[in-house]
């Protein structure tokens, strides 16, 4: 097994997690456990999920199949916007493990705030007993905003250890990132590469790409671990696993960090999902 050396970030709850994870969004059936098998050979040990997903079967089978032990993973499910209610919260995450076939989830998240709801302060709470009953070990966020923050820690106060959110160079969320820093949250990003947008070619990408002898998608990925950020990439393709866990062996200067920040856009998000109006797709 190829095993790469990967950094971890500490979490304000003691706990650690991998700076780079595995993304399995359509990554389903037996040709993703496939998929995230060939990532977990490659030496990816933190796998992100979702109910909405679909695909926590896929990555239960993925571990079992890889021989390893459970510890030498750090496995995140999502919880639905459908679910935010205290019971049935606790419900999907026993749901979730046995969807699985695990005894604990490493990190449980609630997938959106949905504050045309306001359940989320409730769902928060439930996170908060699921980690005192020990099917979670940590517990956080996605697609919180300063404001969804706040309320949760003043309700509980309990911090999440994690918050993970839309980042990649058109959308560089940097007041959010200071945000999360101020309170001890560990920033993840998902579609951390843009989903498909022309950041991949654009011309100071393509620029240090060449000065550093690496892809554009490392670069940016690159990028990311400069800001503090935790990406999380997702690929089917066994070339860009390998690729994407080649980020440890260059550093991008402070000035070629800035140029990359430079190309966020005010109109940058992948789908216009603004987590103050978004209503979850199930």
């Known amino acids: 097994m190829n095993e790469k050396y990967i950094p971890f970030y500490e979490l304000n709850d003691g706990h650690v997690l991998p700076q780079i994870g595995l993304g399995t969004y359509q990554v389903r059936g037996m040709r993703g456990v496939d998929q995230i098998l060939s990532a977990i ?8 999920t979702s109910t909405n997903y679909d695909s926590e079967g896929a990555v239960g089978e993925a571990i079992r199949r890889s021989g390893l032990p459970r510890t030498e993973f750090y496995v995140t499910s999502k919880l639905p916007g459908q679910y935010h209610h205290y019971d049935d919260a606790l419900k999907i995450i026993e749901e979730s493990l046995l969807r699985l076939g695990l005894d604990y989830l490493d990190l449980y998240l609630i997938h959106w ?3 045309k709801r306001d ?7 439930a996170l908060v007993e699921a ?10 966020v996605s697609n919180f905003e300063a404001v969804h923050l706040d309320r949760i820690i003043e309700a509980t106060g309990v911090t999440p250890a994690v918050n993970q959110n839309e980042i990649h160079p058109y959308w560089i969320q940097d007041e959010l990132l200071k945000d999360n820093q101020s309170r001890g949250i560990v920033t993840e990003a ?3 590469l843009g989903r498909g947008s022309a950041v991949l070619n654009e011309p100071v990408v393509i620029q240090l790409a060449n000065k550093y002898h690496k892809n554009a998608g490392q670069i940016i990925l690159r990028w990311h671990l400069q800001r503090g950020v935790l990406p999380i990439p997702k690929s089917s393709s066994l070339t860009h696993q390998r690729d994407n866990l080649e980020l440890w062996d260059f550093e991008l200067t402070n000035d070629e960090v800035t140029s990359i920040n430079n190309l966020s856009k ?17």
Do not use: H
């Open 41 to 48: 050979q490659l030496g990816y040990r933190l796998i992100d």
């Open 113 to 115: 705030p949905l504050p």
């Open 119 to 125: 359940n989320y302060v409730e769902a928060w709470t």
């Open 131 to 140: 980690q005192k009953r020990g099917l979670v070990r940590s517990i956080g």
């Open 190 to 192: 998902w579609s951390p």
């Open 266 to 282: 005010t109109d940058g998000r992948v789908d216009n999902q603004d987590p103050k109006v978004y209503e979850e797709f199930n």
